[in-house]
């Protein structure tokens, strides 16, 4: 149906039309007497096709790099792959020194795109940066508390990450009980009072900054075997959706940043052996379907035995991807090589869908505040590549599947 204002503009065109066949005027001779109509207006604008955005237009090598994080013992160790576009971030593991904010700053000012910078800041017995920010207590002793005290110290500790140049955490603990070897690292035992404790602190660190990635999900604190050494299988899912998701519902609905996925067993969700980091049926379809997740998704480390006993960090990193996760946690610097170059050939050669591809480096892109068009990234990235092997010579290989422990990484 025409609207009032299309139907008077249409009635002075067909007057206009009448009058040029009288006076013998042609087509081309047409004076437009009425100015565009809102609406027209708003029709104009929805037929323009807009131009591509930063996603889009990076390449397939950068988009890798987008899609890749590695943990390092120090940010210094990350410099070279941070500048050439290899990783997109980094996790630190293991304490660090009262000097962290100058080795961040070093660490990424030739970075192309800004970097995520990730702590892994439980408190207790996961804590990197106590030589610099001061002691936290662990997850089983703030829950001795309220959850409005925990925010109010973790606040102020993620407010003093966000000073030394970080931007995200690993963290909080969602898991509902204190199996896996997660011990002092968890809540509790009771899903409301870990949701209570999640949501409290999740927002306590986004007014800081920093980005939260609740861990881990779909909540392993059921299990029987440390992730590290390896692969447990845990409840079934639907037993699951009734206990250890709920403080991820909640995390959810409280805004946070990221989940971080784990490398369990779930029957009736993943197949046999095979981990939720590297399933689908997890990753799309329970995480971002079932629970409406459509923020960042990032692996836990794929350099635990949990998975690098049966599958090289490289591959694992691509079954990731493909599996619906935006960020690929790899451990070591040599793998982050390997796997990059892995992953820009998956990308280059359609294994891992363009269009999934670009809208997990858009969410990427989208938590470092980068949005539209990005000219000046794509000629950064086009001058790293440039600088490369222009012989092409594939990467120097290296095993990708030694067991990394780290030092209680994730």
Not at 133 to 142: D, Q, R, T, W
Not at 273 to 292: D, F, H, K, N
Not at 358 to 375: H, I, N, Q
Request: aromatic content about 2%; hydrophobic content about 40%.
């Amino acid at each position: 149906m025409l609207r009032p204002r299309s139907l008077q503009l249409l009635v002075i065109v067909a007057t206009s039309a009448l009058f040029s066949s009288c006076a013998g005027t042609t087509s081309n001779e047409v004076v437009v007497t009425e100015a565009e109509s809102d609406d027209d207006a708003e029709l104009a604008a929805t037929t323009t096709t807009a131009p591509p955005d930063c996603a889009e237009t990076l390449t397939p090598s950068a988009q890798a790099g987008q899609l890749l994080m590695v943990m390092v013992t120090a940010p210094t160790v990350a410099t070279e792959q941070l500048a050439d576009g290899t990783v997109g971030g980094f996790g630190l593991k293991g304490r660090q020194s009262t000097d962290i904010g100058d080795e961040i700053a070093e660490a990424i000012a030739g970075a192309p795109l800004p970097p995520f910078v990730a702590g892994d800041e439980e408190g207790g017995t996961v804590q990197r940066l106590t030589n610099a920010l001061g002691v936290l207590p662990s997850a089983a002793e703030f829950a001795r508390a309220t959850p409005a005290d925990a925010a109010i110290q973790l606040g102020e500790y993620a407010q003093g990450m966000a000073d030394l140049g970080l931007n995200m955490n690993f963290g909080p603990v969602a898991d509902v009980g204190s199996g896996s070897g997660l011990g002092s690292r968890s809540f509790g035992d009771d899903p409301e009072t870990v949701a209570a404790f999640s949501e409290a602190i999740i927002s306590a660190q986004e007014e800081a900054g920093i980005d939260s990635m609740v861990k881990h999900w779909p909540g392993i604190g059921g299990g029987g075997l440390d992730p590290h050494d390896a692969l447990d299988t845990l409840a079934p899912v639907e037993e699951l959706r009734a206990s250890d998701l709920v403080p991820f519902d909640r995390a959810i609905a409280a805004g946070t940043s990221g989940v971080m996925v784990a490398h369990a067993e779930i029957p009736g969700l993943t197949e046999p052996g095979e981990p939720a980091s590297l399933s689908r049926a997890a990753i799309t379809g329970e995480l971002r379907e079932r629970q409406g997740f459509d923020g960042l998704v990032v692996t836990d480390s794929l350099g635990m035995g949990a998975v690098v006993l049966t599958t090289p960090q490289d591959e694992a990193a691509e079954r990731s991807i493909a599996a619906g996760a935006d960020l690929a946690l790899v451990s070591g610097t040599e793998v982050a090589e390997i796997t990059h170059a892995r992953l820009t050939d998956a990308i280059s050669s359609g294994r891992l869908p363009e269009d999934q591809v670009v809208a997990s480096v858009r969410r990427v892109l989208a938590a470092k505040g980068v949005s539209g068009e990005c000219l000046d990234v794509v000629a950064a990235y086009s001058a790293i590549e440039n600088r490369s092997d222009p012989a092409g010579d594939p990467p120097p290989t290296t095993e990708a599947g030694i067991v990394d422990r780290g030092i209680n990484e994730t």
